[in-house]
């Protein structure tokens, strides 16, 4: 069982910056993908950024080039830096942790981009 802490969420100005944390309670090495995915109200949730415990990166095509996503295994958190900002990026942003033992949600942290 591993729980995921989000924070950083938070109301911002289209074009500004947030930047996203997620601790995790367990070891990042039983962790082998750690992630981003939203929810906006009334949408269904989908991917933002993944980050395997080796590095590799993957991003939404609505994202990439704004978003970077990093991982910190020593310290068990992911991060999500969030650049150029636009309202449609308004959602709940829900941290993931997949592996062959583990499958974890955090709670969600909201970000609202206003216009």
């Known amino acids: 069982q591993v729980q995921l802490v989000e924070s950083g969420g938070g109301l911002v100005q289209a074009g500004g910056s947030l930047r996203l944390s997620c601790s995790a309670s367990r070891s990042a090495f039983s962790i082998a993908i750690m992630g981003w995915y939203r929810q906006a109200p009334g949408k269904q949730r989908e991917l933002v950024a993944t980050?395997?415990?080796?590095?590799?990166?993957n991003y939404a095509d609505d994202v990439k080039g704004r978003f970077t996503i990093s991982r910190d295994n020593a310290k068990n958190t992911v991060l999500l830096q969030m650049n150029s900002l636009k309202p449609e990026d308004t959602a709940v942003y829900y941290c993931s942790a997949q592996g062959a033992v583990v499958n974890a949600w955090g709670k969600g942290t909201l970000v609202t981009v206003s216009s």
């Open positions: 980050i395997t415990y080796g590095g590799s990166t």
